[in-house]
């Protein structure tokens, strides 16, 4: 198998104080989190950004300050959400690739999301993947249910995404796909045989689906974005933790983990210039 890609998600949309006292909220929590996670060996950084009273955001200036103070420390990936809670407005979502990273959600369809509706139409979805080619961004295609990847296939037949895709399988949201083992292994079927992908599991199924996807040759995320918890009852105090957990596993496992330049590889990203600093 390819080597391991792990993905860590320190803050997303959802999580809050109030679900733990451990979620980085400010930009510098959020690069102190990602560079620790980095060091322990996450080669992607899934980011999400909050405003100075805890509240998602998709402001372009508090994303620079983030991704600044991750670049001025190390050499992941990082892969910036267009979603940003799931009541953003189209034009500040699409306004987050003119900071052209290397990476970004493409999230391939609407849904139920919790108590609210996560809108993502046919006509916006259109509009991002054109803004991804005009940038350069690799879309990381995120899918709650099987009918996002029909939709992805649809745009690929109209020219709007090309390959090398990559999908991220987002699995036990309440509204998508339950965290089945049944469920991941006819999603990962499902995809072009030469797509790589990643898969989530939310909440309890973390660890679970994780193990999954390492062993069917997928690739991970975690982080508080997914799961606040390390084990049943205990809290996890940094993004770290979680990902020297897989690392442990993964090589257990017999499979070895990615550095961010090794991912650009699996990935179909060019090397990034930026020199490594101890990891």
């Not at 982080?223 to 957990?245: H, I, K």
Request: with cysteine; charged share 20%.
């Amino acid at each position: 198998m390819e080597k391991l890609i792990i993905t860590v998600a320190p803050t997303g949309a959802q999580t809050t104080r109030k679900h733990t006292p451990y979620v980085p909220l400010s930009p510098k929590e959020i690069a102190d989190s990602v560079y620790e996670a980095w060091q322990a060996g996450a080669a992607i950084a899934h980011i999400h950004v909050r405003d100075e009273s805890g509240n998602n955001t998709l402001n372009l200036d508090t994303y620079t300050e983030v991704v600044d103070r991750i670049q001025d420390k190390c050499d992941i990936i990082l892969n910036l959400t267009t979603a940003g809670g799931i009541d953003m407005k189209d034009e500040d979502r699409l306004r987050v690739c003119e900071l052209r990273p290397e990476m970004a959600t493409f999230d391939a369809g609407s849904m139920n999301f919790g108590s609210g509706v996560f809108l993502n139409s046919p006509v916006f979805l259109e509009q991002l993947a054109i803004k991804m080619k005009e940038y350069q961004i690799k879309p990381e295609i995120e899918i709650f249910d099987v009918g996002m990847i029909h939709n992805t296939l649809r745009m690929v037949k109209k020219g709007l995404l090309a390959p090398p895709f990559h999908f991220q399988f987002v699995l036990g949201v309440h509204g998508g796909m339950p965290a089945t083992p049944k469920n991941l292994m006819y999603l990962a079927e499902s995809i072009p045989a030469d797509a790589t992908w990643s898969a989530i599991g939310a909440s309890k199924d973390q660890l679970a689906i994780n193990t999954m996807s390492i062993i069917l040759g997928g690739h991970v995320r975690v982080g508080m974005e997914d799961s606040v918890y390390y084990r049943q009852g205990e809290l996890a105090q940094t993004n770290a933790q979680f990902v020297e957990r897989i690392v442990d596993l993964s090589r257990t496992l017999g499979r070895e983990v990615a550095t961010p330049n090794e991912a650009r590889e699996i990935l179909g990203l060019g090397k990034s210039s930026r020199a490594v600093l101890s990891n």
